[in-house]
């Protein structure tokens, strides 16, 4: 969390979340070669490498093929978990579920988009469900611009305190607002 890494967003999803962060991931973009990706990543005078989207698990040799092409860098997902995450590529696995039915799939650590009180009472059922371990468990403001991030921030910094939580505040949306492709 707050690591300086290059995101890459990919397009396409396998869900449609009617609170969706990124809805023109589902279906907008630009297509890249695998190489225009990976000169994208050598360029970058960062070490991590975030693969995002969408469900960028949905790309994943693409994924594979570049990750192949640029030694030396860190990568992470951040993946809905609804497709098996391949053993031995991504450095990081973070789950981020919409569905708090199942049970996830291992990670590193479990990120749930929250817009107020009763999403953190579903967490708090899912987490004790599920057993995920309360030092794994990120919690996100559900928003899109800086002003609604500084609005849910204090109540879910209390709460993330009260239950032995972290929070994941959205540094990009603090920082850049609302602008895409910073």
């Not at 630009?30 to 960062?46: F, G, K, N």
């Not at 009260?162 to 505040?169: H, K, M, V, W």
């Amino acid at each position: 969390m707050g690591r300086p890494m290059l995101f890459i967003r990919l397009a396409g999803c396998n869900l449609s979340c009617k609170w969706c962060d990124t809805p023109y991931a589902r279906d907008e973009g630009r297509e890249m070669s695998t190489e225009d990706v990976a000169m994208r990543i050598r360029s970058s005078h960062l070490s991590w490498v975030c693969w995002t989207g969408g469900e960028p698990l949905l790309q994943r040799s693409a994924i594979e093929d570049v990750a192949a092409s640029v030694r030396g860098y860190r990568h992470t997902v951040e993946t809905n978990g609804t497709i098996p995450v391949p053993s031995g590529l991504f450095d990081h696995v973070t789950v981020s579920p919409k569905s708090l039915a199942g049970m996830p799939p291992l990670a590193d650590c479990y990120k749930f988009v929250v817009g107020g009180k009763e999403d953190l009472e579903e967490v708090d059922r899912y987490v004790l469900r599920t057993g995920i371990a309360r030092e794994r468990v990120y919690i996100q403001p559900r928003c899109t611009t800086k002003g609604d991030a500084i609005q849910l921030l204090a109540p879910l910094w209390t709460a993330c305190v009260a239950r032995g939580y972290a929070l994941s505040p959205r540094l990009h949306v603090l920082v850049f607002d609302d602008r895409r492709g910073v």
